[in-house]
């Protein structure tokens, strides 16, 4: 399984921006999804994760009514939203699949939990 996430650049505060996320599967529905990302000098860091079938997301308290986290299974894909972006936001963002295992609502925001990474698209949001 390989993932490659795109969308990436530089935009000023308070713009918008969409990551997508193709994922070369044969089965993109076996697979939850999340967006992890990593400023610089920081720790990688949970952002956003969906279930399978889209049934439940989650999101960090950070990017919470300001994110909004998709996925279209028939195209392999999957998105992140980002609006009112702030300069705190800036970092490279990762996408990244785990086998669904029925223990998404304990380990959603664990980096370990996931099977799968993308190689990250770089976001900088300027003042």
């Known amino acids: 399984v390989q993932l490659q996430a795109s969308g990436g650049g530089l935009v000023q505060a308070g713009d918008s921006l969409r990551l997508s996320c193709v994922v070369s599967?044969?089965?993109?529905?076996?697979?939850?999804m999340a967006w992890f990302r990593q400023a610089p000098g920081r720790d990688r860091e949970f952002v956003s994760a969906i279930t399978w079938g889209g049934g439940i997301i989650r999101y960090a308290d950070s990017v919470k009514g300001r994110f909004t986290i998709s996925r279209d299974n028939a195209k392999n894909m999957v998105y992140l939203q980002m609006n009112s972006l702030m300069p705190e936001d800036t970092a490279v963002y990762y996408c990244?699949?785990?086998?669904?295992?029925?223990?998404?609502?304990?380990?959603?925001?664990?980096?370990?939990?996931?099977?799968?990474w993308g190689q990250g698209t770089l976001v900088t949001v300027s003042s």
């Open positions: 599967a044969r089965t993109l529905s076996a697979y939850d």
């Open positions: 990244a699949a785990s086998l669904s295992r029925g223990r998404f609502l304990a380990t959603f925001d664990r980096s370990y939990e996931y099977d799968y």
